[in-house]
């Protein structure tokens, strides 16, 4: 979608390495999703922001939401092979009713 | 279900063949999604549903989609007389209302081949 970017497009990294992915909206955030997904399966919910400021961690994933630039961050620490996938932002904009518009995604391998 | 379900998880079709993929959202979500998702791409969007009503069509690409929900729970995704590109995996999700808070559940897809 032209609505959201996603940056990088392909991540590699050597197992234990941080990493950060971009998302970032042409539109207001009214809500910011982020899914994980393998190859040829379906989105695994990973976390949903919703306020400016907010961050949330799970294990060793943390998003923020900064809602005056109108962008989230997906932070990794200590990456492994586990981490490897891809990963999708989906944001509520409302510009078309109620749906969720997604990202390219952001292709994740980690090396070990 | 403990999550949303999908079926058939692969399906092959001849070119002009229809095709009906199922989902089986989560019991007690009101909002159920269609997505289309081709390869190396972001899901698109292709319909809303909030109950039984279908309240958002406008990003089925032809009128040989056809999507119901007849009792507001299992829901239906038809595609008439398929074409190559019609070829992408097919995501369903479910939300307990759909609005900012609510999660979004995907299933697994529907990886439709057309040959």
């Known amino acids: 979608s032209q609505e959201l970017e996603q940056s990088p497009q392909s991540l590699i990294v050597q197992e234990g390495k941080n990493l950060t992915i971009n998302c970032t909206s042409s539109?207001?955030?009214?809500?910011l999703y982020w899914y994980k997904q393998k190859y040829g399966e379906g989105l695994i919910f990973l976390m949903m922001?919703?306020?400016?400021?907010e961050e949330k961690s799970h294990e060793k994933i943390t998003a923020k939401l900064d809602e005056k630039k109108q962008q989230s961050s997906l932070h990794i620490t200590a990456s492994q092979p586990s981490h490897a996938g891809i990963y999708l932002c989906?944001?509520?904009?409302?510009?078309?009713?109620?749906?969720?518009?997604f990202g390219e995604g952001t292709q994740l391998t980690v090396n070990p | 279900g403990a999550g949303v379900s999908q079926s058939p998880r692969y399906k092959v079709a001849k070119r002009g063949q229809d095709v009906a993929l199922r989902c089986d959202p989560i019991?007690?979500?009101?909002?159920l999604f269609w997505y289309q998702q081709a390869l190396g791409q972001g899901p698109e969007f292709l319909t809303y549903?909030?109950?039984?009503?279908?309240?958002?069509k406008s990003g089925l690409p032809s009128d040989r989609f056809f999507a119901e929900r007849p009792e507001g729970s299992v829901s239906t995704l038809k595609i008439q007389r398929t074409q190559q590109e019609d070829s992408a995996v097919y995501l369903c999700?479910?939300?307990?209302?759909?609005?900012?808070?609510?999660?979004?559940?995907f299933g697994e897809g529907s990886w439709l081949t057309v040959v």
């Open positions: 922001l919703q306020k400016g400021g």
């Open positions: 549903f909030q109950n039984e009503a279908q309240l958002d």
């Open positions: 019991s007690g979500h009101v909002s």
């Open positions: 539109k207001t955030l009214y809500g």
């Open positions: 989906g944001a509520d904009i409302r510009v078309s009713g109620s749906r969720l518009t």
């Open positions: 999700a479910s939300s307990s209302r759909f609005s900012s808070g609510n999660t979004i559940y």
